[in-house]
């Protein structure tokens, strides 16, 4: 079995959703979807996650949010009705709308990208949709409790046997929202391999691996196998194709990350 994490770039539109619908289900074994919110879709454009951080900013100063939401509104709507999924996103924003004029955190609102793209995804693959507040545990130290996560989500996968699960958030002990370091999405990924004991964490991206140079400078060929101990050391010096927190559970549990290229 394996679980697969797409990166906001692998997701930026409904042409990559369905590319990323039919690598999944290419392979029955892909059973564990883990997604980001949208990324670029061209060199110019935003980023999901960059739009609610500066929606946030705009609410705390009062400054008029309401341009940057319907650009927010307008990309999650697009990849809906292209394709032609009949999600209730109107429900979705208007009570994000409505937390928006309660004080809500900047937490809950930056998560919502991921939340509604797993929304998305699990209505277009059939899965079942598993909200991160319901197994990713943090304490009251704001901490990432691994083994409470992984407990969590292993009881719930023999009930559910595939799902799909929003990245980079999960809750504090109160319930509320609490959201990991940018790239996060990598260690929920890494998280959900290890509770539900997959043969292989499937990471896909945007490149084809690690390479041995950066590729802007001189043609490189990407490395073909690295022990944990390396692919952690080339994670922490700025190699941005894994996050460097994600090692971790995978290494304890002794599950092999396939970094993989979703448009190859």
């Not at 990559?16 to 290419?26: A, E, P, T, Y």
């Not at 692919?231 to 290494?251: F, K, Q, T």
Request: glycine fraction near 8%.
């Amino acid at each position: 079995m394996k679980v697969v994490k797409f990166g906001g770039s692998s997701l930026a539109d409904a042409g990559q959703f369905k590319r990323v619908k039919d690598i999944i289900l290419k392979e029955a074994q892909r059973a564990v979807v883990v997604v980001s919110a949208p990324g670029k879709r061209f060199g110019d454009d935003n980023k999901i996650t960059d739009l609610l951080y500066l929606c946030h900013a705009h609410l705390k100063y009062g400054v008029s949010y309401e341009g940057i939401f319907c650009m927010i509104e307008e990309r999650f709507n697009q990849i809906k009705e292209g394709c032609g999924l009949s999600t209730d996103l109107a429900s979705e924003f208007a009570h994000i709308r409505s937390q928006m004029h309660k004080n809500m955190s900047i937490d809950y609102l930056v998560s919502r990208g991921e939340y509604l793209t797993a929304k998305l995804m699990a209505d277009y693959l059939g899965f079942s949709f598993v909200d991160a507040t319901e197994w990713v545990r943090f304490g009251y130290d704001g901490k990432l409790d691994a083994d409470k996560s992984e407990a969590s989500l292993a009881a719930m996968f023999k009930e559910k046997s595939r799902m799909v699960l929003p990245g980079f958030y999960g809750a504090l002990p109160d319930g509320n929202v609490r959201v990991m370091s940018r790239g996060g999405s990598d260690i929920t990924g890494s998280l959900a391999a290890a509770a539900v004991d997959a043969g292989v964490y499937e990471n896909w991206t945007d490149v084809s691996g690690l390479l041995v140079a950066d590729p802007r400078i001189v043609k490189s060929e990407p490395i073909e196998r690295l022990s944990y101990k390396e692919l952690r050391e080339l994670s922490y010096m700025g190699a941005a194709v894994l996050h460097e927190d994600a090692i971790y559970p995978a290494r304890i549990a002794n599950i092999p990350i396939n970094i993989r290229n979703t448009n190859q």
